[in-house]
């Protein structure tokens, strides 16, 4: 059974907006492609970059003894964690994010959904690894700024978290090399027969585990009260198994078709966690959420593009990049994401401004260490043109990241045995 005809089974007003989504963020894309260039907001002169370098380097230094001295008594740790939040506070402003950006992602909403979240992930799967967790905190954070959109206070609802550990059990197993495409043909198809609300036995542990996960979505949301809730998890499913024709080696999918691919993918993901942030959401709520996902989608496509060309994945990005076109896709992205991020109103609402401020400036930094990773793809003008955005060189945005992971991988195994911890979530307290 194909998703598309899945998704037909729900509700109708949910299946037009859905299409009307979608043709007009490909025409937004389109129309970028020869936009004026968005004037950045701010530049950095070498000066600013090398201060803020000095600075990083003076904070990577102290944080790593902070880290190593991460107390055993519990009395302790909370002072611990107030110190390492200044910290990172002060190595995110090297990295222009401003003190109203921590205001929100260091909330105390904000830390208690991350807590509470790591506590149930733990709880529902204890053999789940670090990077997928992590993975799947970052969606539970994207849900988190969505509920302040939506003028509610972040929290981790049954919802946001079972959606957000579908993740790593779907997407990513579906992205697996030794799964052959029988398997994952059948994987997708008893998903999305489940999705639809057919009472599939589970085949395996898996599918046991992802069914559960539904479960928890069926609880909160009944499907005879919330169809445009069911009916967005259908649409992102319909976006996955679509982009597994990006996956073949011999793909002949032209430039519209990866185009159509990655905005309905991309969108449905996010507009998928706008309705199950809230249940409910108006048109211009859902407009924004399905924006924001391709947006998301394409810079998740530029910071993928070494391992997509390795796995012989084919995206937009890799496409360019083949054609040594990467330049203008690239700019054609910074265009498009300004303009998504410019079309809402929303962000009146209290802690708005602030909230669009943190999400451009979060993304406008994907995109620039994307870049940072792979500067070989560009051309030398373009990358001192993006340069001037960045608060430090590209060269030591990449250094940067390569330096913080060695540091991590020589204090980590010391300090989880003596502390006796599991993951560097452990860090967070129970």
Request: aromatic share 10%.
């Amino acid at each position: 059974m194909r998703p598309a005809a899945e998704l037909s089974r729900y509700d109708p007003a949910f299946e037009t907006d859905l299409q009307g989504f979608i043709g007009k963020y490909v025409q937004w894309w389109q129309d970028s492609a020869t936009a004026a260039p968005v004037l950045p907001l701010t530049t950095y002169t070498p000066a600013d970059q090398r201060a803020n370098e000095s600075k990083t380097i003076r904070l990577m230094d102290s944080m790593e003894e902070e880290f190593r001295d991460y107390p055993a008594e519990e009395d302790r740790q909370s002072a611990w964690r107030e110190r390492a939040f200044a910290g990172l506070r002060q190595f995110g402003k090297c990295f222009g994010f401003a003190d109203s950006h921590f205001d929100i992602i260091f909330s105390p909403e904000y830390f208690a959904a991350t807590k509470a979240f790591v506590r149930e992930a733990r709880s529902f799967d204890r053999k789940m690894k670090t990077a997928a967790l992590a993975q799947a905190l970052r969606n539970v954070w994207v849900m988190n700024c969505l509920q302040i959109f939506l003028g509610d206070r972040p929290s981790l609802t049954p919802s946001i978290f079972a959606y957000s550990m579908l993740y790593p059990y779907t997407d990513n197993h579906l992205d697996l090399p030794n799964l052959s495409a029988q398997s994952k043909e059948i994987a997708c198809r008893r998903l999305g027969l489940r999705l639809s609300g057919m009472p599939l036995a589970p085949a395996d542990a898996h599918e046991t585990a992802v069914f559960r996960l539904i479960g928890m979505i069926e609880d909160e949301f009944p499907r005879a009260a919330f169809p445009e809730v069911h009916s967005s998890l259908l649409a992102i499913h319909a976006g996955q198994v679509r982009s597994l024709s990006q996956q073949r080696k011999s793909s002949t999918l032209d430039q519209g078709q990866l185009l159509a691919i990655s905005v309905a993918k991309g969108g449905a993901s996010v507009l998928a966690d706008g309705w199950l942030a809230a249940g409910r959401l108006d048109r211009e709520q859902a407009d924004f959420c399905f924006g924001f996902g391709v947006v998301l989608q394409l810079l998740d496509d530029l910071q993928d593009l070494y391992d997509d060309r390795a796995a012989g994945h084919t995206t937009l990005f890799t496409r360019a990049a083949d054609a040594k076109q990467l330049d203008g896709i690239t700019g054609q992205l910074w265009t498009f994401m300004h303009r998504v991020f410019d079309s809402i109103d929303r962000f009146s609402l209290p802690r708005g401004l602030e909230l669009k401020d943190l999400i451009r400036r979060n993304s406008a930094m994907l995109m620039m260490r994307s870049m940072a990773e792979c500067t070989d793809c560009f051309s030398g003008a373009f990358l001192h043109q993006m340069e001037r955005l960045a608060p430090v060189r590209f060269a030591f945005m990449k250094e940067c990241r390569r330096e913080i992971e060695s540091r991590f991988r020589k204090v980590w195994p010391a300090l989880a045995r003596r502390r006796k911890l599991r993951s560097v979530f452990d860090l967070l307290g129970s």
